[in-house]
């Protein structure tokens, strides 16, 4: 295969400097339907509740709830309440700003299971140095003022130490 | 009637680097796709039908981008197929690409993956909220590091095991012409220092954002039999699992080692460690090699950290990983998955010049994706498999 | 060649706009009822294949969410073509040929509601001559049907024939979104919106979602009374540029319908994803489809255009028909990308060989 050959510019063009790049804003809307698992979950979370669902099938609560269960492929309905406390399982210590973010760093982001969920909440975690979290600590989630409450996760601005002793390894290691 | 035989018979790879501003990506896919045809012997008229892949079109703001590359991609008046399993994709391609050769459907196929994520921003599209779920962390490291950090504790690893898959991973990047990252005079100490950027995940064990592209050239038997040091393909799967289930393991998730499973029955690999003398396998940061050892059933759960502090997979160990450097020094996403499945190609067809493994007759080639969910591997031969 | 049959469809009612449903929730039902209408569960089935694209969702990689409606585990073999559902059929069907897998499910979605559909799908153009200028959908198909009316290829009344012949077929499709008695003299009264076409000669906007069970050989005769048999499947590309090519004809069609077989024997309907009135007529020419075929018994794009969904719809509506002894052989034909850019062809026949 012959290599192309190289371009010959006509006379007219010849100092003209190339064009290297196009910058072409682009801005397209978009209006989302939560649809309804994720409304039912959002109105809970308005009224500072946490609702999982249960699937049918397998037995397990969903958290958050999308609808369907994503093992069984099957609609999920049936409301199950869940206390807004539970235990870190995982977690990572976040050094990195991103665009829009008013986190100050370092910050803790976890993963936590309200008791009685089969899967988890992303969430931060603060009012502890980061650097003691650790793994099946007891949390329990703080919720913005009444009067800020809304159909929004960011309802719960983050999660907290309640003191209580840790979760054995054991009893959450499905979870890790 | 069995699946046709394919071979590999033509690789092109670009420069992978942060930005490619010399080349539209049209011009970013021809350079791979060119290069596979000249490696191939062959012109644009002697490919039946392309198949590309790629990531979320976000990342450089055009949607169904195969619609805009048909030109580039000689594909006019051929079929063109646009494949996209999220990080996986890479190989998913490939194996897509491949199952046309084995169906008997087409001869000659060119297969192609790209990125040119300096055109929009890929930062952004990586964090482009979903809707109804409030952001919290930037870039995919914050989706890994809580999973990264479930092994360590699981594993009971020390903390310096992915340093040394870094080091390891960089310094052979330094034998690959094609690698974004060169990074001269990089040692342990360079990688530990570096800043934590989601604990436990460090700047330097990080993959970079690589603008880049792949290609391939596949044929049937008669190809292959007519071409210089093909490759043969042992066997090829592809696996996907919800992104967040109850009791979804994500640190040995069950896709992996299903897939992984699949292939080795296909290529008659009986045990991998012994069996495969090469590996590509994607590892975006650095604690997914010893992961990726266990769940590829190179390692027992647990003890895929020991090979790596045993040097068993550098260039000089007995089951080297990423000679070419690996994601952790290329990364245009769309297109890792295939240089894996290449780089494991080049390998069997004694190509990859001064990474090399001598004597690498049977390699694999991994890729992954999503929330670790999607998963496309092949395994590929210097001989023709008898079946 | 295997015997590969379509032998379960099965789509959602097709709406302007989904308003409490979101993508999983929409698509569920659908592959529900596919599924069960062979009595398969997801573990009966070898490979799944879907279509799908971020830019309707408004969120990069959104196909991830709905794999939540499928019930993948264990594990599955699936994979995920960023195209209309029938170039997700086209996958699944190779991969049956590869003998791989025996059964497959293909299923198609799309929200077209959450963004404006027609300064979307200007993304689809070259990002750095055509997509900056963000010509509409609607005004780069009007210069196709301005090229049709100059070349002869077609008339506005032949155009406003085809939208009241195709709504008012959709009267009997429960699934159709657009349905009306209106006819054509009434329909040309109206005025242009993106001259020459007229409302009448746009597809509608749509949020929906279809799937497909296919099936080989033994498989097929057991799953189905009268499998729909893919005999032929070919698909096309033709340049990007709009001025490069013939807008008055369509050349990916043809080539492909050649390769797929369709003038082997003659053919008793056909449903064509030509979502302006004047493609219906370059497509059927380029397909030689004669008068005697019925053309969109369903109502066709024109009466519901769920993007991504409709053109899997075509194979869906062709292969129920064949199913309930209407016909002995259809052609079902997709399109993607500006103007007819790229074309799947497949012919579908009842009975055996």
Known sequence: MTPPSPLTLPAALRDVEPVRGVRTPARLDYTFTAGRATSRFLRGIAGKKIYGERCGTCGKVILPPRGSCPNDGVPTSEQVELPDRGIVTTFCVVNVKFSGSAMELPYVCATVLPDGADMGLFGLVQEIPFDQIRMGMRVEAVWVDDDELTHDLASIKWWRPTGEPDAPYDSYREHV | MAKERVAVVGIGQTRHQATRGDVSIAGLVREAAVEALQDAGMTWADIEAVVIGKAPDFFEGVMM????????????????????????????TALVAASLIQARIHRRVLTVAFEKQSESEAMWALTLPIPFSPPLVAGAGGYFAPHIRAYMRRSGAPEHIGVLVALKDRLNALKNPKAHLHEEGITFESVNDSIMLWDPIRYSETCPSSDGACAMVFTDEAGGDAATDPAWMLGGAMRSEPTMAPGRDQVNPIGGRECAAEVYAQAGIADPRRDIDVAEVYVPFSWYEPMWLENLGFAEEGQGWKLVEDG???????????????????????????????????????????????????????????????????????????? | MRDVAVVAFAQSHHVRREQYRNEVELLMPVLHKVKSEVGLDQTQIDFTCSGSTDYLAGSAFSFVSTLDGVGARPPISESHVEMDGAWALYEAWVKIQTGMADTALVYGYGKSSPGALRDVLSRQLDPYYMAPLWPDSVGLAALQARACLDAGVTTVEEMAAIAARSRRAAAANEYAQLTSSADPEALLAGPEIAAPLRRHDCPPVTDGAAAVILAAGDRARELAARPAWIRGIDHRIEAHALGVRDLTTSVSTRLAGDRAGVGDRPVDLAELHAPFTHQEVVVREALGLGDGVTINPSGGPLAANPLIAAGLIRIGEAATRIARGDANRAVAHATSGPCLQQNLVCVLEGGER
Not at chain 2, 76 to 90: E, M
Not at chain 2, 320 to 347: H, K, T
């Open chain 2, 312 to 387: 068993a997979t550098a260039m000089d160990g007995d089951i080297p990983w990423n000679p070419s450097g690996g994601v952790l020094s290329s990364n245009p996403i769309g297109a890792s998955g295939m240089i894996r499945f290449a780089e494991a190609a080049m390998q069997v067809r004694g190509r990859a010049g001064e990474h090399q493994i001598d004597g690498a007759r049977v390699a694999l080639g991994h890729a992954y994706g999503g929330g670790s969910q999607f998963f496309a591997m092949w395994a590929v031969g210097a001989g023709k498999p008898s079946s």
């Open chain 2, 65 to 92: 981008p195969e619609l805009y590359l048909a030109d580039a991609l000689g594909a006019v008046g051929k079929p063109l197929l646009r494949v996209h399993t999220a990080g996986s994709v890479g190989g998913s």
